[in-house]
């Protein structure tokens, strides 16, 4: 519990980060040298703020290449740090590397930063590189001779020749890498070769070249290059190379049973090729090992176009996964009120219960506050077409958790308003005897949503197993006391 409420107090104290001017990129399109840096900070700047991504003032710095004298001055003050923890786990060697910031990653490397810490997806400093884009041999020498074993074997056994082959057009980083014991023969764990992983930004010359030198393709070549990358989605012509040049099969599968479609349906403007793959055939309703359909997959996108276009290719509308879930759910939670609304109005049902809960668990389960630029009134939208539509939003869960415990987790007060009309029980207790009022006073960040519970009637005295008041989970929580927020009115 007490890990649970310092998460807490740690999450809140990072959003706090705002108006703080080493925070926006602007500052560093100037490029700032130290002096510029050090008035910044005497004006109230902290250097050492992260935003609500996690991305500190020192991780700006690099990404936006700023001086090295500026960013070692930045690494130097409080609160910083060589090995300091920054969005997605990362260190700053992490983003020194991906930037090919030479000196700096000597720097980090010389103060004995971890050259062998992985980041939030597994990826190491020099793998995080490779696999967006680091083409320099500088950098990779640099990590070599600290140690790092240039044959290491990254996720599914992907070396670094593979993970950096796509970005490398003249082949020159693989030249110096075959150097180091690396092999254009090389593949990974599954079976992909250095073809399959330089198809992934569609270079068709890169891939002819790749040819000449004999490196085989497999059917892996297309789904990477579906995948495409953070910056780059694949033309049709790189896929009429691959199936009518290089003859790969278009319905191929991953490791997954995923065919092309499931990647193509996530990424925008890909009509024309997602219909060259159909008249090739493959198949909408193909599913993956977890049940799962590239239909389902394009309704938790916003393209309802595309969607449209494809409804009628679809065999069952209401066809559900390994999960229950079905085209409704993956709407429902990551769509707009249009795709739930068009689904329904074509025979989506309503009132399946997945394993993990109906349409109005998931529905609350997604919710989120609105970021700049978006439609605050989604939600809501969502949840009146719900209720409209029969589903039923006083079931509870399997844990005998109502709406209210999602909503307290959760720690938004707009949520819970948006109960109010719903007629679900406020006093529920799930299986360990906690009502929403309990979860929400170990929750809280202040006694706004307590209050609000109260008034509506949530009882007072309702124990947990453990015999525990609201009052009693109150005091524990740090967040409560460490503003000496009063809460008596619990008692």
């Given at each position: 519990m007490?890990?649970?409420l310092i998460a807490i107090l740690l999450t809140t104290t990072i959003a706090k980060a705002q108006d703080n001017s080493m925070l926006a990129g602007d500052f560093w399109k100037q490029k700032p040298d130290v002096e510029t840096v050090k008035a910044e900070i005497t004006k109230g700047n902290n250097p050492a703020q992260a935003?609500?991504?996690n991305h500190d003032v020192v991780s700006f710095a690099i990404n936006n290449e700023a001086p090295l004298a500026t960013i070692l001055y930045l690494i130097d003050q409080p609160g910083n740090s060589i090995d300091k923890t920054t969005h997605d786990g990362?260190?700053?060697?992490?983003?020194?590397?991906?930037?090919?910031?030479v000196e700096l990653v000597k720097y980090l490397i010389d103060q004995g930063s971890e050259i062998n810490r992985t980041?939030?997806?597994?990826?190491?400093?020099i793998s995080f590189a490779a696999g967006n884009g680091q083409t320099n041999p500088a950098i990779y020498e640099l990590f070599f001779k600290a140690g790092i074993d240039p044959k290491q074997k990254y996720k599914n056994g992907a070396n670094l020749l593979l993970l950096s082959i796509s970005h490398d057009a003249d082949l020159k980083l693989s030249d110096y890498l075959t150097t180091k014991g690396l092999s254009l023969k090389d593949a990974d764990d599954l079976g992909r070769t250095v073809f399959d992983y330089a198809a992934r930004n569609g270079n068709i010359d890169l891939l002819k070249n790749l040819q000449k030198k004999g490196v085989k393709a497999t059917g892996s070549a297309l789904i990477i290059a579906s995948q495409g990358s953070r910056w780059n989605s694949n033309g049709l012509d790189v896929y009429k190379y691959l199936v009518e040049e290089v003859k790969l099969d278009p319905k191929t599968k991953d490791e997954n049973g995923a065919n092309v479609l499931f990647n193509l349906v996530r990424n925008k403007d890909q009509e024309e090729i997602i219909q060259y793959f159909l008249e090739k055939g493959v198949d909408f309703n193909s599913t993956d090992k977890e049940g799962n359909n590239a239909f389902m997959e394009a309704t938790a996108t916003k393209n309802i176009d595309l969607v449209k276009s494809i409804l009628p290719k679809v065999k069952d509308?209401?066809?559900?996964?390994?999960?229950g879930e079905s085209a409704l759910f993956f709407a429902v939670q990551s769509s707009s009120p249009e795709m739930v609304s068009y689904l329904i109005e074509n025979g989506a049902k309503t009132n399946f219960r997945a394993k993990d809960g109906n349409l109005a668990f998931y529905l609350f389960q997604s919710y989120r506050p609105a970021r700049p630029n978006?439609?605050?009134?989604?939600?809501?939208?969502?949840?009146?077409i719900l209720v409209d539509n029969g589903v039923?939003?006083?079931?509870?869960?399997?844990n005998g958790s109502s709406l209210y415990h999602v909503a307290a987790s959760k720690n938004d007060l707009n949520l819970f308003r948006s109960l109010e009309k719903l007629n679900?029980?406020?006093?529920?207790?799930d299986k360990d005897g906690m009502t929403a009022l309990h979860k929400a006073a170990l929750m809280a960040k202040d006694d706004s949503i307590l209050k609000y519970l109260v008034s509506l009637g949530a009882k007072k005295d309702i124990q947990t197993e453990f015999e525990e008041t609201a009052y009693d989970l109150a005091l524990e929580n740090e967040f409560l006391q460490e503003n000496i927020t009063n809460i008596e009115f619990l008692k």
């Open positions: 007490k890990k649970i935003n609500r991504g990362r260190l700053y060697l992490h983003w020194a590397a991906n930037r090919g910031n980041d939030d997806k597994g990826a190491t400093p509308l209401n066809a559900v996964n390994a999960k978006e439609n605050a009134d989604e939600f809501a939208d969502k949840l009146n039923d939003f006083r079931e509870l869960q399997e679900i029980d406020l006093n529920v207790q």
